[in-house]
């Protein structure tokens, strides 16, 4: 396969990680409900004392602990994660939706970190940087050869630090060297526009802290300048997931109140439960309903919800519930399935553990995990088929992910790979390799514009694969 393909693959998944969380800090690590095994930990004491008596040269000790701890967490399923002082921070950043940095949203192209977008008032927007500009180089590092993750970290930092970047700019052929000071950057995780004349698109890239107030605020313009709306896309096309009240939060905005949304299911307590369309269940501790302010009409417009192979945790227990009612039309592809919840427990000040602690069902008791949502309609990327869908990564791909009954791995992989070799031999026989998927919510859109196809009423061109897609998705059902 092309590395171009499988970097286009790769990026357009998304943030695989970013899942369904549950912020419950707590002083300490619940204890074990058992005995600890005395022969295996005398082991791994004697380990450690090795290592750090007879390895070639000083370890440490710390980072043999805090490495020894990682280990143990990673063997169990793809999501489970020790923080450490850097890495919890960066993840508190993540769900905060708040940052230090230079404000774009980024995708890669040809081995380049391609601007997606600027973050209006950010720092990148205030230089004139502008969507389709690639970025060659961070300081004295090409950007060729790096991870999309890479490049972030380069391009982060501390706050009033500078970052030079090298932008080339394809429509004036040309590039140039750009400084930019990192400040706080405030992530915009809801997108909203209306696109023609009674019908309005609002994008949930997320599901963050700011999230739903954000939601609130976008729809509440839509309906100032549409007041009679007739019908609304919610696009959470590679959506990663986020918090578990967020995706409560924007359900319960186009559900009756009380319904059921999800519920989890696993070994403690704690983690059997149901969430309901109710503020109690989604609103923060001391905080008013933040769905109150909402048009009444919001709870019976004609909805379709676009999703892909990106869309995961939060985004899916959406899908699932709106679906699940009869509330909205589900259009796109499969969802990624990741139906498991991880709970943080605080270690310590600066440490934490982000353990597995149940797997979550929509309102009909459907199990996500390593499944996933099948749409009502099935859409190709564009007009002209699927561009990089068969190389994308599902939960059932990824090593140690959490089962739901007996699956044939060895089944799917050879599937996954004809479909691969398919793609490759197709754009083997082109002039030219494929172009980059257009911008969400843009006019060459092509799923948004089927999507709008079917809330009026209006022919949509579905899936020209929509077979093999439905054989893909049959064994998970």
Known sequence: ??????????????????????????????????????????????????????????????????????????????????????????????????????????????????????????????????????????????????????????????????????????????????????????????????????YAWVRVSQFQEPTVDAFVKKVEEIYKQEPKLKGLVLDLRNDPGGLLEGAVAISAAFLPKGVEVVST???????????????????????????????????????VVLVNEGSASASEIVAGALQDHKRATIMGAQTFGKGSVQTIRQLGPETALKITTARYFTPQGRAIQAKGITPDVLLDETAEGNVFAALRTREADLEKHLANGPEDNDARQKAREEARAKLEAEYAKRAEP????????????????????????????????????????????
């Open 1 to 198: 396969m092309s590395s171009k393909l499988k970097v286009a693959g790769w990026v357009a998944l998304g943030a695989l990680a970013g899942g369904l969380t549950t912020m419950q800090l707590q002083a300490n690590a619940r204890s074990s409900l058992s005995p600890l095994p005395l022969d295996e930990m005398q082991q791994l004491a004697a380990v450690f004392g090795l290592v750090k008596a007879e390895y070639v040269e000083p370890v440490d000790e710390k980072k043999l602990i805090n490495d020894a701890i990682s280990g143990m967490v990673s063997g169990l399923d793809p999501h489970s994660q020790f923080f450490d002082k850097k890495s919890f921070k960066e993840f508190r950043e993540g769900t905060s939706g708040k940052f230090v940095g230079v404000g774009i949203e980024i995708g890669m192209e040809d081995g380049l970190v391609k601007i997606v977008s600027p973050i209006e008032g950010s720092p990148a927007f205030r230089a004139g940087l502008k969507s389709g500009d690639l970025i060659s180089r961070i300081d004295d590092t090409a950007v060729r050869g790096l991870s999309i993750d890479q490049a972030v970290k380069k391009m982060r930092g501390d706050p009033a630090t500078k970052v030079n970047l090298t932008i080339y700019r394809k429509a004036e052929n040309r590039s140039f060297p750009v400084t930019i000071v990192r400040e706080e950057i405030k992530v915009q995780s809801v997108r909203a526009k209306v696109v023609e004349p009674g």
């Open 265 to 303: 299911n696993g070994q403690i307590p704690e983690s059997k439960a149901t969430y309901k369309a109710d503020p109690d269940d989604y609103r923060r501790r001391g905080g008013d309903d933040p769905l109150k302010r909402l048009p009444v009409a919001l709870k019976t417009v004609p909805l």
């Open 434 to 477: 494929p172009k980059p998927l257009p911008e969400f919510g843009s006019t060459e859109d092509f799923q948004l514009a089927q999507a709008l196809n079917k809330l009026k009423g209006q022919p949509v061109i579905a899936a020209k694969a929509a077979t093999e897609r439905k054989a893909e998705a049959k064994p998970a059902e």
